[in-house]
């Protein structure tokens, strides 16, 4: 059995260096409830969205070196850059101010702010990995970039992708590969009426339907695979375009496992559509809570238990949940054929 996870564990700070400063010190809280999450779960593969990139990889040494100080060591590690806080040097969002956050591919302050990175048990074959972080938005087959607001020089360089997206293939202990196929996208807000956001979130997700048709040049993997990462999208509560998630959720070739937990289900908002125990991020109103984490096996695994890590109030773990990251990690049990 392999446990696949992914969390967007906010582990980001206003300056480069800053978060490798925080987990050296071993005194910073949200650290030390990040690592409590993850050694009480003890997934086999972690995907970490909203982790600082820096240049020689520190940040991620550092924490895989917590991590395995408390037992969960990972010896494989995966942190490219990314397009979050990478500089394009244009008013991407057209407010006549440059080197702004929401100027670079994706947002962040500085290169690498609120990246990802993959911890590993089973050996990462980088050599055929896939990194997809330069396609441009605009060639994108049936991108949403139409109508988005951009300047014809924005428009030529904007990237798909506001982190990355990623096909890692893992070296199984039989030889053969699972594909992760990782990313994180942008919310769906923090725009104005032209939805520049909500339209690049769609397009984020629906690039991974047209990447197992086979249409963006590239080979698809074949089976089997995991589509994993923070869609930043809720198919039923909260803002966006969910028309590309509930297309990908509902994906023949794939598998929802509807990871639940007790902690979601108390955590109820008022009016919810969608089923309060699936959410995996905890925001005040609005939007309230809602599930903008997936792992989605394909079809061909058997899924052995799923879940997400939200303790219900006064359980154990509750308080470390709370502590380490408005969103929560969720995990799948796989068993292959």
Known sequence: MLRVATWSAELSRKGPGLLWRDIESG??????????????????????TGFDWDFEGRALAAFEA??????????????????????????????????????????????GQGGMALLSRLPIETERARDFSTLAWRDLPGALIEGAGLSPEARAVQRLSTVAHWDLPLRRADGSALHLLAFAATPPVFDGPED?????????????????????????????????????????????????LTALLADPRLQDPRPASAGGAAAADPGQKGDPALDTADYPD????????????????????????WPAPGAPGAAAAETASRHRLVWVDLAFP
């Not at 629906?206 to 698809?220: N, S, V």
């Not at 903008?292 to 238990?305: F, H, K, N, T």
């Open 27 to 48: 005194k910073d809280k949200q650290i030390a409830a990040a690592i409590e999450v993850i050694t009480a779960t003890a997934p086999d593969i972690l995907l970490i």
């Open 196 to 244: 520049r956001n909500g339209r690049r979130n769609h397009d984020e997700a629906a690039f991974w339907r047209l990447y197992l048709d086979g249409r963006l040049g590239e080979a698809p993997p074949a089976p089997p695979f995991v589509v994993l990462g923070d869609a930043n999208l809720d198919p039923a509560d909260g803002e966006g375009r969910p028309e590309a």
């Open 66 to 111: 917590r991590l395995a100080a408390a037992g969960q060591g990972y010896p494989y590690r995966f942190a490219p850059p990314t397009n979050a806080g990478l500089a394009t040097g244009l008013d991407l969002d057209g407010n006549g101010r440059l080197g702004e956050g929401r100027d670079a591919q994706g947002y962040g302050r500085f290169t």
């Open 286 to 309: 609005p939007p309230g809570n809602l599930r903008v984490d997936y792992v989605l096996p394909s079809a061909g695994l058997r899924i052995e238990g799923a879940g997400v890590y």
